[in-house]
């Protein structure tokens, strides 16, 4: 067919479950947008990207990172909401003030079904990813319009003001932000001492999950908040309850480690095994 030839209407009769991650770029391919698209893609869903910095990093640490425009973030957005559509949203590196109020702004005026916001900001390597000043702001706009936050015990000392989280504090560390107006948080006990870690899951009416498993042994857990995150949107994307969406992306997440546990990539933290067992690209109907 001659490319200037109009396309032919076929009939339509499914769709794709469309995941939006709006997050900064890893160049290293281990975490950021490049990990969840290699999520969503190996759940069988169709991802979509807008950008809110680069960064120039590796498997050591990140070296440079350049912000960019707010109103380039929004057009991203808009571009293919209005194109597409968006099924379910993973919302990852805000790195300003600025950033935060688009994205609120976007949840706002395309009232997404599914939000789940991962807080992030500190790298593996133990780079900080974002300033001061956003924090606040993050929780004041952001935390009411997200489905659920997915905070690890880092971030989570980091938006109470507290030095540290132990083991008996994950209940009452989740009811405290719910009161900063978070609905739903699931704190990851990846920082916890020991060979046994346990997530806790607190759902909006109070009642709580906790998943324990023993850890395990790898240096190779680059970009597991993003994937969790992303992975969760996945299954809200493909109609799952907010309890089994948690409780499905902590599988996957998990074989992705154990997947790559042994492998060699770079010379720090590596990337999970993402296409470990990926699935065909799933047919939802209209």
């Given at each position: 067919m001659n490319a200037?030839?109009?396309?032919?209407?076929?009939?339509?009769?499914?769709?794709?479950?469309?995941?939006?991650?709006?997050?900064?770029?890893?160049?290293?391919g281990g975490a950021g947008i490049q990990a969840d698209l290699k999520t969503m893609a190996a759940l069988g869903c169709y991802g979509m990207t807008a950008i809110t910095a680069i960064t120039?990093?590796?498997?050591?640490?990140?070296?440079?990172?350049?912000?960019?425009?707010?109103?380039?973030?929004?057009?991203?957005?808009?571009?293919?909401?209005?194109?597409?559509?968006?099924d379910a949203v993973k919302i990852g590196m805000l790195h300003d003030v600025g950033v935060v109020r688009v994205v609120a702004d976007a949840i706002r005026r395309h009232r997404f079904a599914h939000v789940v916001l991962d807080p992030v900001m500190v790298a593996t390597s133990g780079d900080k990813l974002i300033t001061e000043s956003t924090v606040d702001r993050l929780v004041d706009e952001l935390f009411p319009l997200a489905t659920l936050i997915t905070p690890n015990l880092d971030e989570a000392a980091w938006l109470l003001r507290l030095d540290t989280i132990n083991a008996d504090a994950l209940e009452d560390t989740a009811n405290r932000l719910h009161v900063l107006g978070a609905h739903a948080v699931l704190l990851k006990g990846g920082h916890l001492p020991g060979p046994q870690l346990t997530d806790l899951l607190r759902l909006p009416d109070g009642e709580v999950r906790r998943w324990e498993a023993p850890r395990i042994p790898t240096r190779n857990t680059h970009g597991t908040g993003c994937s969790l995150s992303s992975a969760i949107a996945c299954y809200l994307a493909l109609g799952e309850t907010l309890t089994d969406a948690v409780a499905h992306g902590r599988d996957y997440v998990r074989k992705a480690l154990l997947a790559g546990a042994d492998m060699q990539l770079g010379h720090g933290h590596g990337p999970l095994n993402h296409g470990h067992a990926p699935l065909a690209t799933k047919r939802l109907p209209l």
């Open positions: 200037t030839e109009p396309l032919q209407d076929t009939p339509t009769v499914a769709r794709y479950a469309r995941v939006l991650s709006i997050a900064g770029s890893d160049s290293g120039a990093q590796n498997t050591q640490g990140v070296r440079a990172i350049q912000a960019l425009p707010p109103e380039l973030l929004a057009q991203q957005i808009d571009a293919v909401v209005e194109d597409i559509g968006v």
